[in-house]
Nanobody
Framework: QVQLVESGGGSVQAGGSLRLACATSGFAISTARMAWFRQAPGKEREGVAVIRGDGRTTHYADSVKGRFTISKDNAENTLHLQMNGLQPEDTAMYYC????????????????????WGQGTQVTVSS
């Protein structure tokens, strides 16, 4: 049974940093396309960062490029999101997602391209 459990959220001031983790089980993270999505109140869920099964190919939303870094630890079956330079507009529930299929770059930020989801961890950034 596939499970994804996020942790590491919290409240920080603008300019601060957080490191999110997604502990996985039931599949080999080394073969999966993994992603972080976020959803702010009243807004649609949006893709933030994606890392492909090879562990080297990454994609980032323009809004987080240069500030966020996605990585995965295959030995620990854990996905991470290092978030630096946080801003109030980064406030949202952050979700970990996984899928075992390949999709073109144009679809990596589509939430329907992911079969498995975690419950989310809240990130709140104050000004």
């Amino acid at each position: 049974q596939v499970q994804l459990v996020e942790s590491g959220g919290g409240s920080v001031q603008a300019g601060g940093s957080l490191r999110l983790a997604c502990a996985t089980s039931g599949f080999a993270i080394s073969t999966a396309r993994m992603a972080w999505f976020r959803q702010a109140p009243g807004k649609e869920r949006e893709g933030v960062a994606v890392i492909r099964g090879d562990g080297r190919t990454t994609h980032y939303a323009d809004s987080v490029k240069g500030r966020f870094t996605i990585s995965k630890d295959n030995a620990e079956n854990t996905l991470h999101l290092q978030m630096n330079g946080l801003q109030p507009e980064d406030t949202a529930m952050y979700y970990c997602a996984a899928d075992m299929t390949w999709v073109p770059p144009s679809r990596v930020f589509s939430d329907v391209a992911y079969s498995y989801w975690g419950q989310g961890t809240q990130v709140t950034v104050s000004s």
